[in-house]
């Protein structure tokens, strides 16, 4: 199973919204409705951001939404803040009963 | 409150063996499926395989990379999961990470500090 495809890299100011992609295949993000988001910080564990394309957990920030259009799936932010600064991981069930990542988006706030 | 925590990583040698441990608390354990992801070194993330509960007849699904290498399991009265690790490559040290398997979306809503494994002569 190949790895999701992720922009290495995205960029933005603060109070500016931005959209970072993941493609994948009919196989996995395009045949199901589970790509998940996730946040990493420096020497942190991954923080779920988004669920099933477009819910939230608990306690998310509504300025992280979600959403999938054929094999991609788009995790975008609004109000770009200092601490948004990380690494972003899709993630998305396939259709060999496994689960596959993204190769992740560094974002940098300006 | 939920945790997940890691223990057992540690230096091995090329074609050794290691046990990663997963203590659970917080949740119905038992009821839920649990993952394992690894990170190497300023790389992504990569999942590696999961434990299905005892409705699902801890069911085991493994990625390409560890099929054959590595086994899941679980002790439900300890509220534990396992990762064993054998034939080790040094292409294996990584940050490793347990997860949850959500019950409410298809996601990992809840992941351990990660432990780390470097596999090295």
């Known amino acids: 199973q190949s790895a999701l495809t992720q922009p290495a890299s995205v960029s933005g100011s603060p109070g500016q919204s931005l959209t970072i992609s993941c493609t994948g295949t009919?196989?996995?993000?395009?045949?199901?409705?589970?790509v998940s988001w996730y946040q990493q910080h420096p020497g942190k564990a991954p923080k779920l951001l988004i669920y099933?394309?477009?819910d939230r957990p608990s306690g998310i920030s509504n300025r992280f939404s979600g959403s999938k259009s054929g094999n991609t799936a788009s995790l975008t932010i609004s109000g770009l803040q200092a601490e948004d600064e990380a690494d972003y991981y899709c993630n998305s069930y396939t259709t060999t009963s496994t689960l596959v990542f993204g190769g992740g988006t560094k974002l940098t706030v300006l | 409150e939920v945790q997940l925590v890691e223990s057992g990583g540690g230096l091995v040698q090329p074609g050794g063996s290691l046990k990663l441990s997963c203590a659970a608390a917080?949740?119905?354990?038992?009821?839920?499926?649990m993952h394992w992801v690894r990170q190497a070194s300023g790389k992504g993330l990569e999942w590696i395989g999961r434990?299905?509960?005892?409705?699902?007849?801890?069911?085991?699904t493994y990625a390409a990379s560890v099929r054959g290498r590595f086994t899941i399991s679980r002790d439900d009265s300890q509220n534990m999961a396992y990762l064993q690790m054998n034939s080790l490559k040094t292409e294996d040290t990584a940050v490793y990470y347990c997860?949850?398997?959500?019950?409410?979306?298809?996601?990992?809503?809840?992941w351990g500090q990660g432990t780390l494994v470097t596999v090295s002569s």
């Open positions: 434990i299905r509960n005892k409705a699902d007849s801890y069911a085991t």
């Open positions: 009919s196989s996995d993000v395009g045949g199901y409705n589970y």
């Open positions: 917080g949740f119905t354990f038992s009821g839920s499926a």
């Open positions: 997860t949850r398997w959500s019950p409410g979306g298809a996601t990992f809503d809840y």
């Open positions: 099933d394309v477009t």
